[in-house]
C-alpha cells in the first residue's frame, strides 16, 4: 500500500497554474510533516516546500518563494501545492513525502513517499 498518492499534474502554458494533491491515511497524515518535492530528468531530487504537522509552519525554497503556495488539511488528510506563475525549468516529476519528524529540510528525514505525478511547463 503506497502512503502518499499525490495528483494534480498536467501540461500547462508558460504562466500557468496547476494545484497538487497529496492524500494519505485517515490514521496517520495529521501526525506528518508533508513535503513537496521535485526530480527533473538528470537531476537531485530536491525539496520545493514543506509543512508542520499542524500546518502552522512551512518552508519554502527560494526558486519557487512568491509563486508556490503549500497547506495542508487533516481533516481531508490531504496537503496541497498551489503553484502559479509556472515556468518551463519548473517541469519535474513532483513527488509528496511524510516524515514524524519537524519541518525537516534534508530528503533523508523523509521515510514515506507517493509515486510523483508529471508537471509539464510548455514554453
Known amino acids: 500500500q503506497v502512503p502518499l498518492v499525490e495528483s494534480g499534474g498536467g501540461l500547462v502554458q508558460a504562466g500557468g497554474s496547476l494545484r497538487l494533491s497529496c492524500t494519505g491515511s485517515e490514521q496517520t497524515f495529521s501526525t506528518w510533516t508533508i513535503g513537496w518535492f521535485r526530480q527533473a530528468p538528470g537531476k537531485e531530487r530536491i525539496l520545493v516546500a514543506t509543512i508542520s504537522w499542524s500546518a502552522h509552519s512551512q518552508y519554502v525554497a527560494g526558486s519557487v518563494k512568491g509563486r508556490f503556495t503549500i497547506s495542508k488539511d487533516n481533516d481531508h488528510h490531504t496537503a496541497y501545492l498551489q503553484m502559479n506563475s509556472l515556468i518551463p525549468s519548473d517541469s519535474a516529476v513532483y513527488y509528496c513525502?511524510?516524515?514524524?519528524?519537524?519541518?525537516?529540510?534534508?530528503?533523508?528525514?523523509?521515510?514515506?513517499w507517493g509515486q510523483g505525478t508529471q508537471v509539464t511547463v510548455s514554453s
Open positions: 513525502a511524510g516524515t514524524e519528524s519537524w519541518l525537516p529540510i534534508d530528503i533523508d528525514e523523509y521515510t514515506y
